[in-house]
């Protein structure tokens, strides 16, 4: 247990060595640090799509919030006159607050429903986005959005965060703060009231629990966060452009959801791992750009046949087969079989629920 | 004369043009066992859906220790003391019997929104008094030695245990019982049976239970309540209730419907 608690912290380490170092290791290739800032957003992006699992809907509307985040970062610092954070805080409030509006009525209804109103009101947004003329600048969108700028910061002095180089560290650092709150409220009491209503909702209620309230807390904590990732992609592209095919469609709610998925939506570093691969095997697979979506759809297919737990279930999964080859030979009598394999799968189940427990 | 604990006043839900309860009147006494049986569509269980708030009434009134409840949703009502168990299995799936009964603790811990926030969930989790309160539960409905099994290996007769465990776990003054004895063999009726007596007598637990059992609502309940399309048809002993000619119409059917 303490042996692979140290493993997990130096897998840890490691990770984020790399992370830091890894402007250097491009040795500031442009478009490669383009590349992992979109990431870094997007990571952010499915978190908060899968935080909203944990009360068992499936939000369609991520892509809504963030392009409200985005326009409002856009207007804040080009109207507004704010300076970057102040701006990419009050882009998330404004998200969680319009979720706050829609919660109520939105989270009285379950599953598909709920999946269908995020979806419609996502694309309303976005609509109203294209077609706001004074505001979003309509169809053309926006262009010269400012990003944090020059800044004098401490021991470093005078750096242009709006160079990709830069602004790597601000977008991994903003994700990095954002994924641990949510990180931290995923293990805090709230969630075990969470998932009792995930469980049942009905039965939740019949013992106190308040679920229209906790559930409401949960989608506009995810809002907040699609709110933050939308300003921070507004201020590193610098252009903002409301159209169907931009990242605010409705093909990229559904790109988010396959990147859950193929991460494994029960693990919190699903949404990393799914959306790192995908990404880097789109960006590889750049020639054959045609293809891409029938690869990451054969991909999605391939991990929910045989993977139904995601990539990072993976080991877990390994380890429940070796565990059932190790006792399959060794049962002396044939019957006793079925009990070994019942008891590898409790085990099974155990582990996940550990694993979840323990990130 | 003292005032009932829970008092519906002409209630009524309609569904559509279906009254599935019309104008029933129904007052429980503190530390009573009630007994709601009817035939199957006698609207039983919308009554039971009503008082417990997961269905909101077209008409009439619910008043619990004289605040009026009508307008409450169920979590409100839980918080003020009645607590259900439903007639299908209604358990948190993903967890075991322990943990069940923990979640069902809710109001038994602290749930401001600091609260909830600010501590973490497996420290809550562990928190010995809590977990002996639990583990206490379980043994009062004979569980204790199953509390780490995932509650849905449980078999029928100790799910539905559970599932009491875990209304008891809010500490109610009320408990709604909804055919607890669907479904069991004769040893776990009985075990059922004797938990029901057992948490009215001991813990003073005040109880409406519907079941169609009708033996079991004899043994069990000092008053009945018969109801039949909707209506109230006969309120009074078990015993008086079941020899009445008009219930036994509406099990039956009339002589006439024979010949």
Request: with cysteine.
């Amino acid at each position: 247990m303490t042996k692979s608690g140290v493993g997990k912290i130096v897998l840890w380490v490691a990770i984020a060595v790399v992370a830091f170092l890894m402007p250097q290791i491009l040795s500031g290739n442009q478009y490669w640090l383009t590349v992992l800032c979109l990431l870094a957003i997007n990571v952010l992006l499915v978190s908060s799509l899968r935080s909203v699992t944990l009360i068992n809907e499936i939000s369609l509307g991520q892509v809504g919030f963030a392009i409200i985040g985005a326009f409002t970062y856009a207007t804040l610092m080009m109207k507004g006159g704010f300076s970057f954070w102040p701006a990419v805080i009050v882009s998330g409030l404004f998200s969680a607050f319009v979720a706050l509006l829609l919660a109520y009525p939105f989270l009285k209804v379950k599953g598909i429903y709920f999946s269908i109103l995020t979806l419609l009101v996502a694309e309303t947004f976005r609509l109203v986005a294209f077609y706001w003329n004074s505001l979003t600048g309509g169809p053309l969108g926006l262009t010269g959005v400012p990003g944090p700028g020059t800044q004098n910061l401490p021991i470093l002095g005078e750096i242009d965060l709006d160079r990709p180089y830069n602004f790597y560290y601000i977008a991994v650092a903003v994700v990095l703060v954002a994924m641990l709150i949510l990180y931290y409220v995923e293990r805090a009491y709230i969630s075990f009231q969470w998932r009792a209503i995930r469980d049942d909702n009905t039965l939740a209620g019949a013992v106190g629990i308040n679920v229209i309230g906790y559930k409401m807390v949960n989608f506009v904590l995810a809002a907040f966060m699609a709110g933050i990732s939308g300003a921070l992609f507004a201020g590193y592209q610098h252009n903002l452009s409301a159209d169907a095919t931009s990242r605010f469609g409705v093909t990229m709610s559904i790109y988010l959801l396959v990147y859950m998925v193929v991460g494994g939506k029960s693990y919190f570093v699903g949404p990393l791992v799914g959306t790192t691969v995908l990404t880097l095997l789109a960006e590889n697979t750049r020639s054959m750009q045609e293809y891409q979506p029938m690869i990451t759809g054969a991909i999605a297919i391939v991990v929910m046949l045989f993977m139904p737990a995601g990539l990072v279930g993976i080991p877990a999964q390994i380890q429940k087969w070796r565990r059932r080859g190790r006792s399959g030979p060794a049962a002396p009598v044939s019957g006793s079989g079925v009990v070994v394999a019942g008891s590898a799968s409790d085990e099974a189940v155990a582990l996940a629920h550990d694993e979840q427990a323990n990130g | 004369m003292a005032m009932p604990l829970l008092e519906a006043q002409n209630v009524s839900r309609h569904f559509g043009g279906l009254a599935a309860v019309d104008q029933v009147d129904l007052a429980v006494d503190e530390g009573e066992i009630l007994g709601l049986i009817g035939p199957n569509g006698a609207g039983k269980s919308t009554l039971l859906n009503l008082i417990d708030g997961t269905l909101r009434v077209s008409a009439g009134r619910i008043m619990f220790r004289g605040h009026d409840i009508t307008r409450y949703p169920p979590h409100r009502r839980a918080h003020l003391g009645i607590g259900r168990v439903f007639q299908k299995n209604a358990l948190f799936k993903s967890m075991t019997a322990l943990e069940n009964v923990l979640a069902g603790s809710y109001l038994h811990t602290e749930h401001g929104p600091w609260a909830v926030i600010g501590r973490s969930y497996q420290r809550v989790r562990k928190r010995q008094d809590l977990i002996d309160r639990s583990m206490e539960l379980l043994g009062f409905v004979g569980l204790a030695d199953q509390a780490d099994e995932l509650c849905t290996n449980l078999p029928h007769g100790s799910q539905r245990e559970l599932c009491v465990a875990v209304a008891l776990a809010s500490d109610p003054t009320l408990l709604l019982l909804d055919e607890p004895l669907t479904g069991m063999n004769a040893e776990e009726t009985t075990s059922m049976i004797d938990i029901i007596k057992k948490l009215n007598s001991l813990r003073g637990t005040t109880v409406i239970v519907v079941e169609h059992n009708v033996r079991a609502v004899l043994g069990l309940c000092a008053t009945s309540i018969v109801l039949n399309y909707g209506q109230k048809l006969v309120e009074g002993t078990p015993h008086a209730c079941v020899a009445d000619p008009a219930v036994i119409e509406a099990y039956l059917g009339a002589d006439s419907d024979v010949v």
